[in-house]
């Protein structure tokens, strides 16, 4: 015959941790990858063509990528003539893009007789505890991930329209201490690049800190003194929160980028045949709920121990318009819709050397 007092008070102290914790318990609480969300996102794979890498096959993959450049107006002659022998030939651009790159997690290692610990009935069960530890690892990944692509970024940084690499931005006014709000400018200055250089798509701001506060305020902005409504700015450009970014180019640096010049190449291992699995090990895929990045799962079982092994894997490349893609006679030459900039309190205090904006 059971007791009261272990019937009532440990399901009471379970509710009370689940109560307490929540969805900040810290295998539930998502670092926020905004380079990873975005290259994922509607907004960057929208609007064009996706080649699968691996159309469910397993089989490793290299997309070969045809491309022309952009012709020069230098090129065009300013008289008529009537030669028909003579001319330039314009020869597609080649590409080849492998996925190389690999991540995984050590092994996670699950002990029944842990599992068995948990108070009943309103502790997890076994397999929603193995999937918050399973969540914790894919955060660790996805993070990983996102500082190795923002690596990648930093690398392929492309230019502005008068050469500059980096371009200083107010996003605060800071006439007066009582009048401090989002500077509407601010996002004009960048859709200006945009049209100087022809891409289509509103602007993908990533970063964090102060263009962290400063897309806050534009959500709770007003008319400002100038008729301009400030709430609907935000309206017009994306915003994907990475705090990881700055530690990697630099103090209240960001990033924009135009729509579809970067993208995110992973394949599975595990599909097809080679989606194998039997009652003591499992070769398959599972999701990553936050991302829709589909990483390879191991698992095994030791009948001997009464444990579970699993590990998750990721095959990815990080890929972006190439330097050739316009030709060298272009002004255009070396933007490739990819921007770094610097939110600064006034644009005199930005590093020496940088363009003023």
């Given at each position: 015959?059971?007791?009261?007092?272990?019937?009532?008070?440990?399901?009471?102290?379970?509710?009370?941790?689940?109560?307490?914790?929540?969805?900040?318990?810290?295998?539930?609480?998502?670092?926020?990858?905004?380079?990873?969300?975005?290259?994922?996102?509607?907004?960057?794979?929208?609007?064009?063509?996706?080649?699968?890498?691996?159309?469910?096959?397993?089989?490793?993959?290299?997309?070969?990528?045809?491309?022309?450049?952009?012709?020069?107006?230098?090129?065009?002659?300013?008289?008529?003539?009537?030669?028909?022998?003579?001319?330039t030939e314009t020869l597609p651009f080649c590409e080849d893009v492998e996925v190389t790159k690999e991540l995984e997690i050590p092994n996670q290692v699950f002990d029944q007789d842990h599992m068995r610990r948990m108070c009943a009935p309103l502790a997890a069960t076994d397999e929603q505890w193995t999937a918050r530890i399973m969540m914790a690892q894919m955060n660790a990944l996805l993070v990983r991930l996102d500082k190795l692509v923002l690596t990648e970024v930093l690398a392929n940084t492309g230019l502005f329209m008068d050469g500059n690499t980096i371009k200083p931005v107010q996003l605060f006014n800071t006439i007066a201490?009582?009048?401090?709000?989002?500077?509407?400018?601010?996002?004009?200055?960048?859709?200006?690049?945009?049209?100087?250089?022809?891409?289509?798509?509103?602007?993908?701001?990533?970063?964090?800190?102060?263009?962290?506060?400063?897309?806050?305020?534009?959500?709770?902005?007003?008319?400002?003194?100038?008729?301009?409504?400030?709430?609907?700015?935000?309206?017009?450009?994306?915003?994907?929160?990475?705090?990881?970014?700055?530690?990697?180019?630099?103090?209240?640096?960001?990033?924009?980028?135009?729509?579809?010049?970067?993208?995110?190449?992973?394949?599975?291992?595990?599909?097809?045949?080679?989606?194998?699995?039997?009652?003591?090990?499992?070769?398959?895929?599972?999701?990553?709920?936050?991302?829709?990045?589909?990483?390879?799962?191991?698992?095994?079982?030791?009948?001997?121990?009464?444990?579970?092994?699993?590990?998750?894997?990721?095959?990815?490349?990080?890929?972006?318009?190439?330097?050739?893609?316009?030709?060298?006679?272009?002004?255009?030459?070396?933007?490739?819709?990819?921007?770094?900039?610097?939110?600064?309190?006034?644009?005199?205090?930005?590093?020496?050397?940088?363009?003023?904006?």
């Amino acid at each position: 015959m059971s007791h009261g007092f272990t019937n009532c008070i440990c399901p009471k102290i379970q509710q009370a941790l689940n109560n307490v914790v929540g969805t900040n318990a810290p295998s539930l609480r998502r670092d926020r990858v905004g380079m990873i969300e975005y290259l994922r996102s509607p907004e960057n794979t929208g609007g064009s063509e996706v080649i699968q890498l691996d159309p469910g096959t397993g089989k490793r993959k290299v997309v070969t990528l045809n491309y022309y450049q952009k012709a020069c107006d230098t090129d065009v002659t300013e008289s008529i003539t009537d030669d028909c022998s003579t001319g330039t030939e314009t020869l597609p651009f080649c590409e080849d893009v492998e996925v190389t790159k690999e991540l995984e997690i050590p092994n996670q290692v699950f002990d029944q007789d842990h599992m068995r610990r948990m108070c009943a009935p309103l502790a997890a069960t076994d397999e929603q505890w193995t999937a918050r530890i399973m969540m914790a690892q894919m955060n660790a990944l996805l993070v990983r991930l996102d500082k190795l692509v923002l690596t990648e970024v930093l690398a392929n940084t492309g230019l502005f329209m008068d050469g500059n690499t980096i371009k200083p931005v107010q996003l605060f006014n800071t006439i007066a201490t009582d009048a401090q709000g989002p500077r509407a400018l601010a996002l004009s200055l960048v859709q200006d690049e945009f049209d100087q250089a022809g891409f289509n798509g509103v602007p993908n701001f990533i970063g964090s800190g102060k263009l962290n506060r400063f897309y806050s305020a534009l959500d709770i902005g007003a008319v400002n003194a100038a008729g301009l409504d400030l709430s609907k700015l935000g309206g017009s450009t994306n915003f994907f929160y990475d705090r990881f970014l700055q530690g990697l180019f630099g103090e209240d640096e960001f990033l924009v980028f135009a729509p579809g010049v970067a993208q995110l190449l992973t394949w599975n291992k595990y599909v097809g045949k080679y989606a194998v699995n039997s009652p003591t090990f499992e070769h398959g895929t599972i999701v990553d709920p936050f991302t829709g990045i589909r990483f390879d799962l191991k698992m095994h079982y030791d009948d001997c121990t009464d444990m579970f092994y699993i590990k998750l894997q990721l095959n990815w490349e990080f890929w972006n318009m190439p330097d050739d893609s316009d030709d060298s006679c272009a002004d255009t030459f070396g933007v490739n819709g990819i921007y770094n900039y610097e939110a600064c309190d006034s644009v005199v205090e930005c590093k020496t050397g940088h363009s003023v904006s």
